[in-house]
């Protein structure tokens, strides 16, 4: 397996095409991840190729960025893409509050700095905020002050509903470069629109929840049981049922006879033209490998293939 890396849209970053999702070192998906552990996930990230991580702000109080800090004092900050993200903050497991005031922006941004250990963020994004929210000029051009004082080096917006046009087409206009978005074989809604703005403006697309939280790997079956420690526990349990069946049917109808499902699951949505990476959640080594083999099943024919001539 040798990794495969794309062109992240304007941001010109050169980013793998699976990436690290990290939601889970912040202790919501029904286990608690010390240091060490969190080591053995990213080091193994490393040696497969993997330069890009998701983090965010409220995955525990800048709990997830200060594993991905505590990793990077024994690894070298520039080879990795991080990507994290600012509106929320965390007052304990599943409960959060919102906050996009410019200068409380400012100061999550100073605290995603100082957990992950570092003088820059890659790639900041607007964590699935309001419209009302994302309206604010002054919120943008506070960001813009940080993006020219070098401390964040591209802008970006995870949108909230993979529907969300009105924050996709407003990009450019608000200095952002990449979109996050939920994009995976379940959910296809980007498709329609999203997509294809993203195309047009030439933004990166990285795909989050790209396992559907899991259930995309195939080993859940309908009636599957989550502690009340799992964000799952709260997912609506019929709707989960009938995404299960559907992942049976899927498994049956279009998984070729010996390909794990995982990775089949995550090269489905990189075949998309649109799809710069794919940001799955990783809980130990065995799911980081099992995640990037996805690579073998894709094509290098992309319209964001990373091209060795083209510069960082
Ligand atoms: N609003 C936002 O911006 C937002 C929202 C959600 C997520 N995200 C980002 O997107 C990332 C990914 O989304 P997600 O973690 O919610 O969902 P996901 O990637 O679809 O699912 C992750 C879960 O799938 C299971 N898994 C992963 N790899 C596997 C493999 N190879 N085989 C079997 N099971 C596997 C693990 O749980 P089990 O082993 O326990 O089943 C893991 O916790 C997050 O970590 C976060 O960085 C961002």
């Given at each position: 397996m040798a990794m495969k890396y794309r062109r992240l849209g304007k941001t010109g970053l050169k980013v793998s095409i699976v990436g690290v999702g990290t939601w889970q070192f912040g202790g919501e998906w029904g286990k608690s991840f010390g240091q060490e552990e969190a080591d053995r996930i990213l080091g193994r990230a490393k040696e497969l190729g993997i330069n890009l991580i998701d983090t965010a702000e409220c995955y525990g109080d800048h709990l997830s960025e200060e594993r991905i800090g505590g990793f990077l004092k024994q690894d070298r900050r520039e080879d990795w893409v991080l990507a994290t993200k600012f509106g929320h903050h965390f007052h304990g497991n599943f409960s959060r509050t919102d906050d996009y005031d410019p200068e409380d922006v400012v100061r999550q941004l100073e605290g995603s700095l100082k957990a992950l250990g570092t003088d820059y963020i890659d790639f900041y994004q607007f964590h699935s905020g309001p419209d009302s929210s994302f309206d604010r000029d002054d919120l943008w051009t506070a960001l813009d002050k940080q993006v020219q004082a070098g401390k964040i080096r591209h802008l970006g917006i995870s949108i909230g509903?993979?529907?969300?046009?009105h924050q996709t087409s407003a990009a450019t206009r608000v200095g952002a470069s990449a979109i996050q978005v939920v994009y995976n074989r379940l959910d296809r809604e980007p498709e329609a629109e999203v997509f294809p703005s993203c195309q047009e403006q030439d933004l990166g697309v990285l795909a989050r929840v790209p396992l559907a939280s899991g259930y995309l790997s195939g080993k859940y079956k309908p009636g599957a049981v989550f502690g009340s420690d799992d964000v799952r526990h709260r997912h609506d349990k019929d709707k989960t049922d009938a995404k299960l069946r559907l992942v049976e049917e899927i498994l049956l109808n279009e998984v070729p006879e010996g390909t794990p499902m995982a990775a089949w699951a995550l090269a489905w949505c990189l075949k998309h033209d649109a799809v710069t990476a794919v940001i799955p959640g990783c809980k130990d080594t065995a799911q980081v490998e099992a995640n990037a083999a996805a690579v073998d099943l894709v094509?290098?024919?992309?319209?964001?293939a990373w091209k060795d001539a083209e510069r960082e």
């Open positions: 509903a993979n529907t969300n046009l094509s290098n024919n992309h319209p964001q």
